[in-house]
Structure formats: structure tokens, C-alpha cells
């Protein structure tokens, strides 16, 4: 994810810009194992982000557990605790995948279309 930020792929341009807290965020990079105590928070972190909010699960073990996938404490992918909109492949996944996971959502946002309703509480 750092390689991302740096001059060489300079995710600024392509409007990426990185927020501390889920209520600021649109989108969830998830990356890295997932374990059974970590699923709550995760999950936690995803209901406090604002609608419209997507979730990128970035390399293998994320997607699917990776080298861990038969441990008895690791969610077999983040996908049975958050709806995943797009999955990065590879262990460790490179930042030109990384990219292009982000390029293939910000499209996916484009023909999504959200309607807001106005109301009054």
C-alpha cells in the first residue's frame, strides 16, 4: 500500500487520498489476515463508514487466508464478514495490481448509480 503513495504511481492524482478514520473514508482497503478476534472490529470499522462505501480485500491472505487458510483462528477470507466489491491478487500483491484494483472500482462507481432521499427526522 505504501508503494502506491509514493511519486511513482502518485495515487493524488487519481483523487486517493488516505483518512485515519472510517467516518471519512469511502473506501476499505483490508490487507492481511484476518483472525476470528480481529472479525468484530473489522466489521465494526466497516459500519461506521458513511453510504456509499466499498471494500477492496488486497492479497492473498485477506482474500482467502492465505498461507494460514487452515488455521483454527483465521477468517477463510474477508468475504464472510464484509461484502468485498473488488479482490487484488498475489502474495505479497504489487502496487501495479493495487492500482489497478482501485482503477477497476473508481470504473465500478461510474456505473453505479446512488440515489440519496431527502428526508426530515
Known sequence: MMHV???????????????A????ADV?????????????AVRLCYDQMPDPKWVIS???????GGYYH???????GVDRILPVDIFVPGCPPTAEALMYGILQLQ???RRTKITRMWYRK
Open 28 to 40: 476499505m482497503i483490508v490487507a492481511g489476515t484476518v483472525t476470528n478476534k480481529m472479525a468484530p
Open 21 to 24: 478514520s472510517p467516518r471519512q
Open 107 to 109: 470504473r465500478k462507481m
Open 58 to 64: 488486497m492479497g492473498s491472505c485477506a482474500n482467502g
Open 70 to 76: 487452515y488455521s483454527y483462528s483465521v477468517v477463510r
Open 5 to 19: 503513495s509514493m511519486p511513482r504511481y502518485d495515487n493524488d492524482r487519481q483523487g486517493i487520498i488516505f483518512r
